[in-house]
Structures are given as structure tokens and as C-alpha cells.
């Protein structure tokens, strides 16, 4: 192999751009991502943000000293038609309240095809399922992830909130089987 053979690229060799080009399109992609990131993080400064709140009612649905690890206890949220689970887990959680953060909440119906998993929650390993149809499980712990199965998105949450030793419901994070749009219970 010659010298010639191992020559560095034009971009590299520090040969002179093309006429009519300002720069290079590795500087433009830097230069324009970080004039994103800029913005993003300054905002217009125009208006202030506001916080975007729910629809959804609060509704008190259980006692933190009522609960033991590895519990389980049945609720309605956001209608009464609406059936969810209440657990307490061995160990922390996203999206978990309490002491530990280990309060949680998720609906107990199956997104990937509607079956209901009501009593199929396992302490032991912090997952609900498996669905009785498709054998989906999900992990608790992770705001109700697939583990395994065929459903391809997470158990809808329940957001709660503490209020003393209220446990009060005051939202959900995804959308329940069978609904178009999540019922606001208004």
C-alpha cells in the first residue's frame, strides 16, 4: 500500500470547502441541536407555563395502616364500572407512596385483549397475571410493564396520593381496555 492509498478523507485533510458552503453538515446538526437544546431549556420567556391537571375526581379508596405486604384489595376508579387493585409490595415501586413507596395501584384488566386478571397478583415476585387468555404478565414494580406475553403495553396506573393515612386516587397513567379515551368519572 502506497501513502496515497491511506489519505484522510477531504473533510479530515483540511483541504478548503466548496465555494458558496458556510459549513459542514456535521457542524449544522451540532450547531442546530444545540440551539434545541437552548430553547428548550430557556423557553420564550413570553408566558409562563402552566401545569396541565386531570379531569379525574379524587376518590379515597383505601388506609395505608390497613395494609399488609403482599395485600391485595379490589376498588372501582374512575367510574364504579372500572374495577382496579390496590397492593402492598415486598419492595419499592414507581410511582409507589408510602414509607417504603411501596403502595400501588393498577387496573385489573388485561390491555391486550380485555380478559380480567382480579386475584392474580403474586407478592412474592411484585407481578400481576398471568392473564388467563394470553398468559401476559406484568411487573409491578416498573408501573406495570409486559414481562411476558402478548400484550405489547402496560397495565394502566392508578396515580395516588397520600392524604394522612388516605389513600386517594387522583388519576391514571395509560388507557384502559375497551375505552376510546380514559372515562374522567365527571
Known sequence: MSKTDLKEPAS?????????LCMARREFLILGGSA???LATVGSGA???????????????GRLSELQPGSEVPFTYPTDDIDNSLVMLNEPAGGGIGPDRNVVAFNVVCPHMGS?????????????????LH???FDLTKHGMVVSGHASVSLPQIVLELDGDEIVATGVMGLFYGYNRNPSGA
Request: net charge positive.
Open 12 to 20: 479530515r485533510a483540511g483541504q478548503a470547502r466548496k465555494p458558496g
Open 36 to 38: 434545541v437544546a437552548v
Open 47 to 61: 408566558q409562563a407555563q402552566q401545569l396541565v391537571s386531570s379531569g379525574y375526581t379524587r376518590k379515597v379508596i
Open 116 to 132: 380480567y386478571m382480579t386475584g392474580t397478583f403474586k407478592p412474592e415476585h411484585s407481578v400481576m397475571g398471568p392473564c388467563p
Open 135 to 137: 398468559l401476559s404478565t
